[in-house]
């Protein structure tokens, strides 16, 4: 089955800075590849998503990237700001079929 | 976005009890919803994938038998934790998949097992 492996576990960043969340998937099938981002004690919310007919996605200051060759995606975050401090899950499922997330990056932006 | 709600938001129960938590789509309806178990600074593991009008599938691992879901309507699910035990205590959270794909999350359940 799907494996997710995502890095770092936590992240420290100053605010303004850019931070960026690397997951690695191991089934060639996924096809869908959501984020996450969950407060304490709050439930996740989707923030960026990226299907597999596209390298890359861009919101505002959220950005995502997938390497189908290489099996890894990864979100990036600019101009970094306290509120977004809060935890972040990469995920990957084969459309329609159950997710799997990765295990979770602790992102901290201080001011 | 679609809206999920779970109930209750917190539970304390005596071990040997069972608790019944509640998913429910409030603006759409949702053939499948899933159910997790997050601990705490952990990721959302995989409980059981939910469709309506059919039995639940478990993740391997994962007691059928301690955690019953039902799924009897297009926008409610049931997970019915049998027989608390301390060890079953846990953030407990529901998604439901909206007809786009995307997938919306309940609140969460905290369960505590005295």
């Known amino acids: 089955g799907e494996n997710v492996e995502q890095h770092p576990s936590t992240l420290s960043v100053q605010e303004g800075d850019s931070a960026v969340i690397k997951c690695t998937y191991s089934d060639s099938a996924s096809n869908y590849f959501p984020w996450y981002k969950q407060e304490l004690g709050k439930r996740p919310q989707l923030i960026i998503d990226i299907r597999s007919n596209v390298g890359e996605k861009k919101d505002q200051r959220i950005a995502v990237t997938l390497n189908k060759t290489a099996k890894h995606f990864s979100l990036h975050i600019t101009e970094t700001q306290p509120e977004d401090s809060a935890v972040y899950f990469c995920a990957a499922s084969i459309q329609g079929n159950k997710l799997v997330f990765g295990a979770g990056t602790i992102l901290r932006v201080k001011s | 976005g679609a809206v999920v709600s779970q109930h209750p938001s917190r539970v304390i129960c005596k071990s040997g009890t069972s608790v019944k938590i509640e998913c429910r789509s409030l603006?759409?309806?949702?053939?499948?919803m899933f159910w997790y178990r997050q601990f705490p600074k952990k990721s959302l593991m995989l409980m059981a994938t939910s469709n309506e009008g059919s039995k639940a599938t478990y993740e391997q691992g994962v007691e059928k038998d301690k955690f019953l879901i039902n799924h009897a309507s297009l926008t409610l699910s049931t997970l019915t934790v049998t027989s608390a035990h301390p060890e079953d205590s846990s953030f407990y959270i529901c998604?439901?998949?909206?007809?786009?794909?995307?997938?919306?999350f309940g609140e969460g359940s905290r369960l505590t097992v005295l």
């Open positions: 998604s439901a998949r909206e007809y786009t794909g995307e997938l919306f």
């Open positions: 603006d759409f309806q949702a053939t499948t």
